[in-house]
């Protein structure tokens, strides 16, 4: 009986990067301008990018999950390339752009893995999981070493399409998950006393409250009346970003969705960690026009930081500062 093996894995060079939806063009913009990546070998596979002459180890922001290490692989059945995916590790998710079938066929025969939409607040295993792609039926690329936690890079939650006052809410559970996933920073809860500046109309705030915890929020107009009238908002009508720290007293977390400048952003980020009163912070860095690369690298080297793109982003990205952000 022939016992050897029904598939061949070759090692590739360079890296792969699997941009967000509609986001190719970000992403590539991203790489040139940059990381001075200038794609001239790259290859897509769907939303896939397969750069193999990249050699920078950093990694772009518009790529929702990259492949650091990857994989050729070519198989001889469904069984086959299942076996070639197991023998590395024990997780692996599937980036599908066509065979679809034969993707979930395989993806059936590897163990368990959640894809499903998630329920808010979400426990995520931080633990390795690997990526692939089928590029031909019996061909894939893949690595099992990536840069994300979330299967394919992907976070979805179930939505309530009845009660928050806005869809912005979808980015304050993803961010928030993410400190938690990333960090170990526990959830806001009851107790604790949030700041969030620009609140109006309150997406942010509905899902602070809705785990129990006390916010004090700004913004020029007033947030959605059942917020208005709800015992753990206190709302007040100004600017929040000419209120001083000292104003707004001790907090466990700073919130800001605001539309503004990054520079002004960042030095009202500065301001809040320099006084002391604040814990962990979040804040959506708006992107006006191209990017200022050299401006964001400022928010990233902030000490407990991380600069993330989510899911629920758009042309923006996400700082996060937790007390121990590792």
Not at 53 to 74: A, F, H, Q, V
Not at 116 to 145: C, H
Not at 232 to 237: C, D, I, K
């Amino acid at each position: 009986m022939d016992t050897s093996p029904k598939f061949n894995i070759k090692k590739l060079p360079g890296k792969a990067f699997l941009a967000f939806p509609e986001m190719q063009g970000l992403l590539l913009s991203e790489l040139k301008s940059r990381l001075n990546y200038q794609g001239k070998e790259a290859v897509w596979y769907g939303d896939l990018l397969y750069c193999p002459d990249y050699s920078d180890e950093r990694l772009p922001y518009w790529s929702r999950c990259s492949l650091l290490e990857p994989l050729e692989i070519t198989f001889e059945s469904i069984g086959s390339g299942a076996s070639s995916l197991k023998s590395m590790q024990r997780s692996w998710a599937p980036y599908q752009y066509q065979f679809f079938r034969r993707a979930e066929l395989l993806q059936e025969k590897l163990p368990y893995v959640n894809l499903k939409i998630r329920k808010f607040p979400a426990e995520i295993p931080a633990s390795p999981i690997g990526l692939y792609t089928l590029t031909a039926e019996n061909k894939m690329i893949a690595s099992a070493k990536t840069s994300s936690f979330l299967p394919a890079g992907l976070l979805e939650f179930q939505e309530d399409h009845e009660n928050p006052p806005s869809r912005a809410y979808l980015k304050i559970q993803e961010s928030l998950t993410m400190a938690h996933l990333l960090n170990g920073t526990p959830f806001p809860k009851e107790g604790e006393r949030c700041f969030e500046a620009g609140a109006c109309p309150g997406g942010w705030t509905w899902v602070l409250v809705n785990l129990g915890a006390k916010v004090f929020a700004v913004d020029r107009a007033e947030l959605a009346p059942e917020l208005m009238k709800n015992p753990l908002v206190t709302f007040q009508a100004h600017d929040a970003f000419t209120l001083k720290p000292a104003d707004i007293g001790q907090c466990d977390w700073v919130f800001s969705d605001v539309i503004c400048y990054p520079e002004r952003l960042l030095k009202w980020i500065k301001e809040w960690l320099e006084s002391g009163l604040v814990k962990n912070m979040i804040c959506t860095i708006k992107m006006q026009g191209e990017p200022d690369w050299s401006l964001i690298q400022e928010f990233e080297n902030i000490p407990e930081s991380r600069v993330l793109h989510l899911n629920y982003n758009k042309h923006e990205l996400t700082w996060i500062h937790t007390e121990n952000c590792k």
